[in-house]
């Protein structure tokens, strides 16, 4: 497993100050094989240099001796609704609560401050679940051509959240990640995503989100836990 400094740089923010969770996440599951589950302890910090730690059979994301995200081997067993179609889909953008009230405009995924370099993915209600477009740029992609994982897994973060509704008031911050992923698109091929709500206990909202190609096969699918939090 490397040790090498892992450095999240400021693009790649949820909230201003912190990184978005499913690409930190995704970061760190790098360094894992198979569907991996990510814990995240505290908000990712940006641009500076975290270690990677092994114990055991799981990674460990520090900030000097302050753990900031635990990753570990998973099962993920979840269906989702078959998908809208791509233009379904790209219908529906405009519905979404990211328009109305965003508390983290400038999230790297769904932002709506971010569309000259974010992902620019923003679902909006359909049947029983949300859904977005997304065609991924070439700059995500690794020498093969394909999506790096880590953008797979920022691009099926904040869709869930679409699909959860909060207590009046609240917000929401992932807590815990796990994604499985079958088949990485390639760089401009039309995506849709999608995300469903799962249901809830006290504080924690839990979504399924998949990530599909223009056939309706599933090439990515995830598990999320969203923890309700106090305005910050």
């Given at each position: 497993?490397?040790?090498?400094?892992?450095?999240?740089?400021?693009?790649?923010?949820?909230?201003?100050?912190?990184?978005?969770?499913?690409?930190?996440?995704?970061?760190?599951?790098?360094?894992?094989?198979g569907p991996v589950e990510v814990r995240l302890r505290r908000p990712p910090p940006l641009e500076r240099e975290l270690s990677v730690v092994?114990?055991?059979?799981?990674?460990?994301?520090?900030?000097?001796?302050?753990?900031?995200?635990?990753?570990?081997?998973a099962e993920l067993d979840l269906t989702m609704p078959a998908p809208p179609s791509f233009e379904r889909a790209?219908?529906?953008?405009?519905?979404c609560k990211a328009?109305?009230?965003?508390?983290?405009?400038?999230?790297?995924?769904?932002g709506p401050d971010r569309h000259a370099d974010g992902l620019c993915i923003f679902p909006g209600p359909v049947?029983?679940?949300?859904?977005?477009?997304?065609?991924?740029?070439?700059?995500?992609?690794?020498?093969?051509?394909?999506?790096?994982?880590?953008?797979?897994?920022a691009a099926l973060d904040c869709p869930g959240s679409f699909a959860l509704t909060p207590e009046p008031g609240k917000w929401m911050v992932l807590g815990s990640f796990t994604v499985g992923i079958e088949q990485r698109p390639e760089a401009g091929e039309p995506l849709v995503v999608t995300g469903r709500d799962l249901g809830r206990e006290g504080r924690k909202l839990f979504a399924g989100t998949a990530?599909?190609?223009?056939?309706?096969?599933?090439?990515?699918?995830?598990r999320?836990?969203?923890?309700?939090?106090?305005p910050y």
């Open positions: 497993m490397s040790s090498a400094p892992l450095v999240i740089d400021r693009r790649f923010c949820g909230p201003p100050d912190s990184a978005n969770g499913g690409y930190s996440a995704g970061r760190l599951a790098a360094v894992l094989d092994a114990e055991g059979n799981e990674a460990v994301l520090l900030d000097g001796d302050t753990e900031i995200a635990r990753a570990r081997p790209g219908e529906v953008e405009g519905q328009f109305d009230n965003h508390p983290f405009p400038g999230c790297f995924v769904c049947d029983d679940q949300v859904a977005a477009t997304w065609t991924p740029e070439a700059e995500l992609a690794g020498a093969d051509g394909r999506i790096r994982p880590e953008f797979i897994w990530l599909f190609n223009g056939a309706g096969a599933c090439l990515a699918r995830a999320a836990v969203w923890i309700e939090i106090d």
